[in-house]
Every structure is written in C-alpha cells, then in structure tokens.
C-alpha cells in the first residue's frame, strides 16, 4: 500500500449507498416458496423479499415482505447469512449494489383475501433442483444463493442481530451519536 502522500488525489466520489433488502428462505417438504414478479425484465422468480423500511428491524422488514408478497404471516426461526451483489439495470445502465439479509423459518397459509404487492403475480413452491434449472429467471443470483446456504445447514441465532433503539425512532426524535 503507498503511503497516503502517494496515493492521486481525486475529488471526493458522492457517497456510494447500498440497497438493503431481506429476504426468507422458506421450504416445506423439500420445496421452497417464491414469488413469480413483473420486472421491467420480464417475469422473474426471486424470495420473498424487498427493501427495509426506515423505522424497522432486519426481522420485521422480512416478516412484513413476506406478508406482502406471499399473504402468509412468516415466522423467522434464523438468521442465514449477508449477501452482496451487484446488477447493472438493462434499461438505464444505472449500477446498484445490493445488500441482503437472508432469514429461514416457516409460514401460515395464505390469506386468500389478501392481494398481494403489486406486480407479484403469483406464489410458488418449487425443489432445489427446479429452482437451479432456470437462472436466467432469477430475478437476482442471490436466489439460488440463500437456498445454497439453507441446504449447506448454514443457520445462525437471530440473536446474532443487533438493533439500537435509535431505528424505531422517528425522525423528529434527538439521536445521541454513538
């Protein structure tokens, strides 16, 4: 590494801010739930899954993501793991990063008087192997990724989570800095 006299001086880039999403890893009987969606892609497969919202914990993002997308309350059991990816949108060329929380755990039926979010446009249970055959469906290749993960046995306590009180606060409310 050069020394920080070396090293070209740049402008300073605007500040680089990820996309944080969860997702749930859910199987029963050696299937697994997704959600089939309208992209601008086309109709792909993906977890149940979306973005955080401000004001929520990593565990209730997913639990209402999943409500969301599947109209089955999810019960998460743990914690799976952190995933990166990086996409590159084919209508913009705008670059996006992609951090995912993934969760395992199990689901109600659905409520069929529930709609789900727009443009799910349906539920579906499909095994590993069915799920692999199709990438070019993904609608991320974190998909096959956390069902990897699930099938490897890879599980960790959702204790493994820390989240300070200052989340649930609105905005409004004084924050100490940490």
Known sequence: MKPADTLPHHAPPSRWKPNVTV????????????????????????????????????????????????ACQFTPEGFLGLYMSRFRRTRTGEDITYV???????????????????????????????IRACPERHRSPLVMACIDSYLAGERYPLSLLTVHNSVFMTPEAPIRAA
């Open 23 to 70: 997702a749930a890893v859910i199987e029963r009987d050696g299937r697994f739930l997704l959600v089939e969606e309208q992209t601008s892609d086309g109709l792909l497969l993906n977890n149940p899954a979306g973005h955080l919202d401000p004001c929520e914990s990593p565990t209730q993002g997913v639990i209402r993501e999943t409500l969301e997308e599947t």
């Open 100 to 130: 995912r929380m993934a969760f395992f755990g199990s689901v109600s039926e659905a409520d069929p008087d529930m709609r789900l979010d727009e443009g799910i446009v349906r539920t579906l249970w499909m095994t590993a192997d069915e």
